[in-house]
């Protein structure tokens, strides 16, 4: 059993920065991807990043086409937690934000490969 909680959400103004974390507890969180998805109001949960464990020889990071470049994602296995740096904020960035850690060590950037959510972030982004 994994659990997670995220936090560092808030209200910023467009062009700003934020970063998120996300805590895990439990003993498997280095040999698990872990994601960052979102689910803005009226709309369906979406990716935005994904970091592979230690385990996976391929791709480390991957980022939807949305924000690739304003944001990055990491992760520190001695913490058991993994970040979302995210700058140069849009509105349309607002959103309920969930980290979820994989079924796998590969990074995926679909939401059926992730086993544990936390419980979501609220980040709003003025104009």
């Known amino acids: 059993q994994v659990q997670l909680v995220e936090s560092g959400g808030g209200l910023v103004q467009a062009g700003g920065s934020l970063r998120l974390s996300c805590a895990a507890s439990?003993?498997?969180?280095?040999?698990?991807?872990m994601g960052w998805f979102r689910q803005a109001p009226g709309k369906e949960r979406e990716f935005v990043a994904s970091?592979?464990?230690?385990?996976?020889?391929?791709?480390?990071?991957y980022y939807a086409d949305s924000v690739k470049g304003r944001v990055t994602i990491s992760r520190d296995n001695a913490k058991n937690t993994v970040y979302l740096q995210m700058n140069s904020l849009k509105p349309e960035d607002t959103a309920v934000y969930y980290c979820?850690?994989?079924?796998?060590?590969?990074?995926?950037?679909?939401?059926?490969?992730?086993?544990?959510w936390g419980q979501g972030t609220q980040v709003t982004v003025s104009s």
């Open positions: 979820a850690a994989g079924r796998g060590s590969w990074p995926s950037q679909a939401q059926y490969d992730y086993v544990y």
């Open positions: 970091i592979k464990s230690i385990n996976w020889n391929g791709g480390s990071t």
């Open positions: 439990g003993r498997t969180f280095s040999s698990s991807a």
